[in-house]
């Protein structure tokens, strides 16, 4: 195993959450939280990831399954956070180095602080580095107990206080740096009598102590790295905090957002520089936007969409494994599903790709410069060739391309004949075009 490693628990079942889902798989801002716990281990320099599960746990080895270097160990019975940790000593019981053991359900955990406690722990080299937070409520979290030197004593759960030790606002956010294989030595050692009849991981550094071996708490993390999930409250709340680190990053990149707050945007988007954002846009999953782009009102970007420099997705727009070529654009009322919108194309109001028969979906393509009338219904698979017309209301059903130029209208769409077609029919089809 390559070191440092990192230790996150997440076999807990999360009954607060009222939930038949393990908590770590409960979504902030469209990714599970395990997710966002993983990338901090490896941002603060983890080279190998142990994810501890058990309950769900094929679920949350799903959840990971792209993640390289992420390895699983298997905890059969919720007996405490000490025990979890026990669990991975097997696949450990080679290694010799620091290990950082993380929490699952700490989505907001930041690279920083953590990957400044691998360095200190190092530094100083220390058997136990904890990273401690100080809150002005501290409900709920295990307390940090200091001498009248400052120098760390033990943690005390919450159930364990004393009215005294309640009142401590300096909070153990369950993140530490403990060297192996030094925390095997106490681990063996810890007991149940506490309050939950648990083994406790938080028994271990006290542990170490009386071993005399070298511990230490340091306060670097704050308020918002700790907010650790036990209800869909917490859930709400995280999601605030990640939502607004989402677009405080794009508004740094020279992405506007005209509204932060009607705004939700997924945290692997990617946005160029001055693209705007429109109020009530939803971009969900892996969406890519690149420069100059106008997104919304009320449009919604789904995975897998590629919007090119210039193109504009407009009020109530549904774009979904979809690529927009440069210029291309859809303003008003729209569902563009696995197609292909090329350059400069215009898609009218109330356009709709039929994509999916009920079994398969298939693809479209609107080439270079097309452009597709109101109201018009595509039906995939189908090809629409470079500056044909299809006009308002047309049905182009599946397989019937559209060749260069041509322009077809009615149900089912047919190519327009001058001589048929009375002029008071009022049906310019390009006087529209911009
Ligand atoms: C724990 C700490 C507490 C700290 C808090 C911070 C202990 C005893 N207490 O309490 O000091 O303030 O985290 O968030 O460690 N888990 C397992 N197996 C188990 C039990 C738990 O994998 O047998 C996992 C859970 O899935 C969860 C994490 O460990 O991801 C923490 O468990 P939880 O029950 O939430 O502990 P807290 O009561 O929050
Ligand atoms: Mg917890």
Known sequence: MQGPVAIILAAGQGKRMRSERAKVLHEVCGQPMIRYVVEAARGAGARSVIVVVGFGADQVRAALADEPDVFFAVQERQLG???????????????????????????????????????????????????????PDPTGFGRILRDSAGRFLRIVEQRDCTPEEAAIEEINPSCYVFELPSLWDALDQLDTTNAQGEYYLTDAPELLIQMGRSVAA????????????????HLAEAHVVMQRRIQSRLMDDGVSIVDPRTTLIDGRAVIGPDTTIFPFTVISGSVQVGRDCRIGPFA?????????????????????????????????????GDTIVGPGANIGAGVITANFDGKTKARTEIQEGAFIGSGAVLVAPVTIGPEATVGAGAVVTKGKDVAAGQTVVGVPARPLRESVVPESDGFDHRETRR
């Open 81 to 135: 956070t000490g025990d979890a940790v026990l669990a991975c000593r097997p696949l450990l019981e080679d290694y010799s180095g620091p290990a950082l053991v993380l929490v699952g359900d700490e989505p907001l955990l930041r690279a920083e602080p953590l990957g400044n406690l691998l360095d200190r722990q190092r530094a100083d080299r220390l058997d136990c580095l904890m990273g401690t937070a100080v809150l």
């Open 218 to 233: 340091l306060p670097v993390l704050d308020a918002e790295d700790v907010l650790g999930v036990n209800t869909r409250q």
């Open 300 to 336: 919604h970007l789904r995975d897998g969409t590629i919007l090119h420099d210039g193109s504009e997705v407009g009020a109530f727009v549904e774009v979904n494994r979809s690529t927009f070529e440069a210029g291309a654009r859809a303003r008003h009322l729209a569902y563009l």
